[in-house]
């Protein structure tokens, strides 16, 4: 009964280094989320993705961020060339087909990134 | 600009209090409100939801009330425990749309003191 899984739970990167987060979504589900959260405010959405489909990333910054959910395998959400203001936690979130009625998104436990 | 705005930012409660936390909407365009709760380093997790054609909902300790009108939903938890000190987000989802991506509050950090 594995929920969502993201790695790594902290990430430490220097500045100009490349940051790769991971998310499995819970078993049956092929949609998945991703949100920032900076300290002391709340989760701002990211990116929504389908299996090797990118459906929505209007809150994803232009530059250096990028998502994929590959057929097989995790999601990946990477950081290029990572600044100090991309520290905080993103947080990876999965649901069954929505548009159904069912609206609840599960959430794995984050990952913390640390640009020093 | 879409946005959900939460209040209080921090609430301090004596155990067997009743908490609220209030949280209001610009547009009509929102048609799924849920609350979720987190812990300090945990993902949050939802806690109860609310649709727009339904004013109230109850489950458990935790109540929603939902105000179409004026644009406002709020969470009340009744005999309130210390172990529901945790910070709680409300949020809500644009309506019609194909993401169901969530729009959150700031956060309200509740200690319930025993």
């Known amino acids: 009964n594995a929920g969502v899984m993201q790695n790594p739970r902290h990430l430490v990167r220097r500045r100009g280094q490349e940051a790769r987060l991971r998310c499995s979504p819970m078993?049956?589900?092929?949609?998945v989320y991703w949100y920032r959260q900076l300290p002391e405010e709340g989760l701002k959405f990211m990116v929504y993705l389908q299996k090797e489909n990118i459906i929505d990333e209007s809150g994803m910054p232009k530059e250096r961020f990028s998502a994929e959910f590959p057929k097989e395998g995790p999601s990946i959400l990477r950081i290029q060339q990572v600044v100090r203001g991309d520290s905080a936690a993103y947080f990876c979130?999965?649901?069954?087909?929505?548009?159904?009625?069912?609206?609840?998104?599960?959430f794995g436990p984050g990952t913390r990134l640390t640009v020093l | 600009q879409q946005q959900v705005k939460q209040s209080p930012q921090s609430l301090i409660v004596q155990k067997g209090g009743i908490s609220i936390i209030n949280c209001a909407y610009e547009?009509?365009?929102?048609?799924?409100f849920p609350w979720y709760q987190q812990f300090p380093g945990k993902g949050p997790a939802l806690l109860i939801a609310?649709?727009?054609?339904?004013s109230e909902k109850k489950e458990g300790r935790f109540t929603i009330s939902f105000n179409k009108s004026a644009k406002q939903f709020s969470l009340h938890i009744m005999d309130s425990q210390p172990g529901d000190s945790a910070t709680y987000f409300c949020a809500a989802t644009p309506r019609g749309g194909a993401t169901n991506k969530l729009i959150f509050g700031t956060g309200t950090l509740l200690a319930v003191q025993p």
């Open positions: 979130a999965s649901s069954p087909l929505p548009g159904l009625g069912n609206n609840e998104q599960f």
């Open positions: 609310i649709r727009p054609d339904v």
């Open positions: 078993k049956g589900h092929s949609h």
């Open positions: 547009n009509t365009a929102f048609d799924y």
